[in-house]
């Protein structure tokens, strides 16, 4: 092609598309290439998939509150796994195919091949040279698996091949206690197979609130076998897989390898820019405007390894497609930190996490569920809560948590920090009665108490009335 397009995406993922969105309003010359199946990892195999695992796994679960609320013949309810991973693929595919929509237009203009760049406005796919004025690289991410695994064939799954099995074995276990490991190791025993889990680290799904994490272990590990501390090692015997961390052996039938991602950038020719790269082989991102050094290349979404979560992502897409068209790159502030496990209770970090804050100038409010009566109402009564705010201001910082409705307070909180209200602000809002949402008020107020009386006459100085059917 002799042509020289004014930008070229590679990887058609979550970036990829929001970047072609915004490409497509500015220009019609451009082509956007894409190795591997069509259709971005979160519809794929990430978000929604493992989504509909979860909810099939937590409306099994739920029989176990049946007798508690009177009613009778729990105990005869069994889960058919095949069904449900039916399920999973049968949504799978329509929102897959929903992705897929965005690019099946575009004719000439898609180009199903593996890229490499030779210059920084030239690549090649299928033994063809391109040219452009800008380069989007969005190529995702693929799951990490230590090299020595792979011996162990189909007995070693990751979340691309989980939701793929025609039914699931009696014996598991998962490795990394991530996110990923954390939703699914919980999904997986939730159905009812006999779920081992590992992890080289002593912490979970990404918290770093000491007394959050411990929370989190404690009530994870009441369903399932947790062994945090210790690296995993995997080895074929007779009868599956034996798993050896430390102290600890079990045999399986599978394995679920949950170590997390890696950038799909090998091979990718990014030698050819002539710029440093790091001991990664990545090379540096203006996490602003997404531009690859000075370059006329923008890399964004997981192909970057900053923010591997699909706002972030989607966000990134945008601002790499808008300044791909653009003679000169905008920054562009960024949203405040969120990530959310959907594991029950719900993890969720919310702005600056514990172990990023100065402790000498913050001060911490917190709650526990045990006794928050909407939650006692739904057999929900169970987690923790911590808030984190400036000493001198009050203004709200950050959140860990592992609680009920954590998904929802996470974005309430959110909103809060991104308009940096203050602890006090925050208690002005109504709090309907009765809702799990108290149990932050509660928390709220004990932050409140660490911080100077701004009004005798404020409502939101009145105290708890100490009371489980009122706080």
């Not at 380069?135 to 007995?155: D, E, F, H, M």
Request: charged residues 20%; proline residues 5%.
């Amino acid at each position: 092609m002799n042509e020289t397009l004014d930008v070229i995406i590679v990887g058609a993922g979550s970036a990829g598309l929001a970047a072609l969105r915004e490409v497509r309003k500015r220009t019609q010359r451009f082509v956007i290439i894409n190795d591997g199946p069509w259709g971005t990892i979160c519809a794929r195999v990430g978000c929604m998939p493992s989504k509909t695992l979860i909810e099939a796994a937590n409306a099994f679960h739920r029989r176990g509150t049946f007798e508690e609320f009177g009613i009778r013949g729990a105990d005869q309810l069994t889960p058919d796994i095949p069904a449900v991973l039916r399920r999973v693929r049968r949504l799978r595919d329509d929102f897959v195919a929903s992705t897929v929509k965005t690019t099946e237009e575009l004719g000439k203009r898609a180009i199903s091949g593996r890229a490499r760049l030779l210059a920084p406005n030239r690549l090649e796919v299928n033994g063809v040279e391109l040219r452009a004025h800008k380069i989007i690289i969005a190529t995702g991410s693929r799951p990490v698996v230590p090299t020595s695994w792979n011996s162990l064939g189909k007995r070693l799954l990751t979340t691309d091949t989980l939701f793929e099995q025609d039914t699931l074995p009696a014996r598991m276990a998962v490795v990394g206690m991530g996110p990923i490991g954390v939703e699914m190791a919980q999904a997986l025993s939730r159905l009812g197979i006999k779920v081992a889990a590992f992890s080289g680290s002593q912490t979970v799904a990404g918290l770093t609130d000491p007394q959050v994490i411990a929370v989190a272990t404690d009530l994870l590990g009441r369903e399932f076998p947790l062994h945090l501390g210790e690296k995993a090692e995997l080895s074929a015997v007779s009868d599956g897989v034996q798993v050896h961390a430390g102290s600890t052996e079990v045999v399986v039938d599978s394995v679920l390898a949950a170590l997390g991602r890696r950038p799909n950038i090998d091979n990718l020719g990014l030698e050819t820019l002539g710029i440093p790269l790091d001991q990664r082989g990545m090379p540096p991102v203006n996490p602003s405007t997404m531009q690859v050094a000075d370059l006329p290349i923008f890399m964004a979404g997981d192909a970057n390894d900053q923010a591997p979560l699909l706002h972030e992502v989607a966000d990134e897409g945008y601002i790499a497609g808008i300044n791909a068209t653009r003679s000169t790159s905008t920054c562009f502030t960024r949203r405040i930190p969120l990530a959310i496990v959907f594991s029950d209770p719900d993890i969720a970090v919310v702005g600056s996490r514990f172990q990023a804050l100065d402790h000498a100038k913050t001060l911490v409010g917190e709650v526990h569920f045990d006794r928050q009566g909407r939650a006692r109402a739904g057999q929900r009564n169970k987690g923790i809560q911590r808030l984190y705010a400036d000493a001198g201001s009050g203004r709200l910082l950050g959140a860990e948590m592992c609680a009920p409705a954590g998904e929802h307070m996470a974005h309430l909180l959110a909103l809060a920090i991104d308009r940096s209200l203050t602890v006090q602000e925050l208690l002005r809002l109504p709090f309907y009665h009765p809702v799990l949402e108290e149990g932050l008020r509660t928390a709220l107020r004990t932050l409140a108490a660490q911080l100077p009386t701004v009004s005798e006459s404020d409502l939101t100085m009145c105290g708890a009335f100490n009371t489980e059917a009122l706080d």
